[in-house]
């Protein structure tokens, strides 16, 4: 029988995921959802809608119009909102969920972990003087402002809209990179002393872990 799944993506898994039902289901209709929060999406098999729903009744509304028969959550693990509008309109329009969340990274030998509960606390664990690279979304950088004595490079998928309100910082643009060997140069080429990230779990972020193993770096580590 056919189907119509919605996955609700921005995510690298949620991209394959698509291109695998694609490949597999070809009668299948497959709409993959974005927020929107990225100006050049990469491509995705089936169709893509972006934009908010207006939350878990939007969604609802959307399921039924669309008479989708499976909903996927392939959201990014810290994306908590989506992910409750995803249970409540599963259970509203009826729909089965299935959802798809990447288990955290797990701490090896030769990391130098400091594990904290939030952003705050993560601004706090940085000694003064740091070289940070601060590896979070555009949406997370307002509470290190406070931290005029630590110098801080931003990496962000798209340049910011507006000027970042940390006093002391530099922007690099573009997605992480794919090897430990290109997480180290930029670590290098930025004399980085200390990396701040969530524990996203996944591939697709993980190569700054293992550089930072390699050069024994600390990572403050925003746990979920
Ligand atoms: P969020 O806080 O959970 O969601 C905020 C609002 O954005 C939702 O209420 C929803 O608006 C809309 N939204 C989120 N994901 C959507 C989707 N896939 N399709 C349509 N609308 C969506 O999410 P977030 O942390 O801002 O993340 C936004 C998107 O970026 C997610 O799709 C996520 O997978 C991706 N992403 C997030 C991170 C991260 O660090 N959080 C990292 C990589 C990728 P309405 O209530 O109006 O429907």
């Known amino acids: ?13 949620a991209a394959e995921l698509a291109a695998e039902i694609v490949r597999e289901h070809p009668d299948w209709r497959v709409i993959t959802s974005l927020a929107g929060r990225t100006k050049e999406p990469k491509p995705v ?27 996927i959550d392939a959201t990014h693990p810290f994306a908590n909102r989506i992910s409750a509008n995803a249970k409540a ?18 701490k090896q030998s030769g990391d130098d972990w400091t594990e904290v509960a939030s952003l705050e606390e993560a601004r706090d664990a940085l000694p003064s ?36 309100a ?32 969530r524990n996203s779990g996944g591939n697709g972020a993980y190569a700054k872990i293992e550089a930072a193993r390699q050069f024994d770096l600390p990572v403050i580590m925003i746990a979920r």
């Open 89 to 106: 309109a599963a259970t509203l329009a009826c729909v089965p969920l299935d959802t798809r969340t990447r288990a955290p990274w797990r």
């Open 1 to 13: 029988m056919s189907e119509t799944v919605l996955i609700l993506g921005g995510t690298r898994e």
């Open 45 to 71: 098999a089936g169709e893509v809608r972006i934009g908010g729903f207006g939350g878990a009744e939007g969604l609802a509304v959307f399921l039924e119009r669309e008479r989708v028969t499976r909903l």
């Open 129 to 164: 003087g740091a070289r940070v690279l601060l590896a979070l979304g555009r949406q997370h950088i307002a509470p290190f402002a406070a931290r005029g004595d630590v110098h801080f490079v931003v990496r962000m998928v798209d340049p910011p809209a507006e000027p970042l």
């Open 166 to 197: 940390l006093p002391d910082h530099e922007i690099v643009t573009g997605l992480p990179g794919r090897t430990a060997e290109e997480e180290a140069a930029l670590l290098e080429r930025h004399a980085i002393t200390h990396i701040v990230c």
